[in-house]
């Protein structure tokens, strides 16, 4: 599979290239447009129980769709909800991460996503929890809200990263979930940040410049008291 990104970094498209017979797995609901002849099929991926973990644990879909190219190969499009960028990560099977609620998009053939538990964000109302495990061999896309960003730690190399900015992370090194302010929710409530990791190296982070969570309570604060149509209705009227 080779991939071609257009409208990159604010309102990213990957264009997917699909060598003939290829498959490739993509979340519910991201693809935008294919060629004529791909072959379409629906399912939950590594059977019931494994579409209820990814559903209810990592907060993804139940069902996920898999685009196979015809005989003379094809291409399929995707595009997250949300605007940003696109980031392709070139799996080895000697390295899994860890990818945050939402940010999956799609998977070649040679790789596998599975419901992962990656820290304590979950259990105290706050991002992290369960996610997603991406290993094997090949390419995993996922979308970014906003830019992309990186950290490369080198051994002992010390980070910390509020938890709405990551999306995902080299499941080999070491990290803790924790409040901002330690021991102490009023304070961490007041500082305006709720949970962050803590990375040490050697190993990788993505991350994201814009936190959805955020924008998701900046969005419900300016939302008319009375609107009924909620989510982003809400937001457009405020404006009105």
Known sequence: MQINLRHNPSFAVARMFLAPGEPVQVESGAMMAHSPGVQISSKAAGGVMQGLKR???????????????????????VAGVLPGDILPIEMRPDRPFFVARGNWMANSYGTEISSKFGGMGNLFGGEGGFGLQASGEGLVLLSVYGAIDIVDLQPGEQVVIDTGHVVA????????????????????????????????????????????????????????????????????????
């Not at 990592?58 to 190969?73: I, L, R, V, W």
């Open 55 to 77: 559903s209810v644990l990592a907060g993804e879909s139940f069902f996920t769709t898999t685009y196979t190219a015809p005989q003379n190969g094809g291409w399929v499009d």
């Open 169 to 240: 992370y080299d499941l080999n090194m070491q990290f803790r979930t924790r409040r901002a302010v330690e021991g102490k929710s009023i304070q961490s409530m007041k500082s305006g940040e709720g949970l962050v990791f803590d990375f040490v190296g050697p190993g990788r982070v993505y991350l994201q410049s814009r936190n959805p969570s955020a924008f998701a309570a900046w969005a419900s604060s300016i939302a008319p008291s009375g609107n009924q149509s909620g989510g982003l209705g809400g937001v457009f009227n405020a404006f009105n």
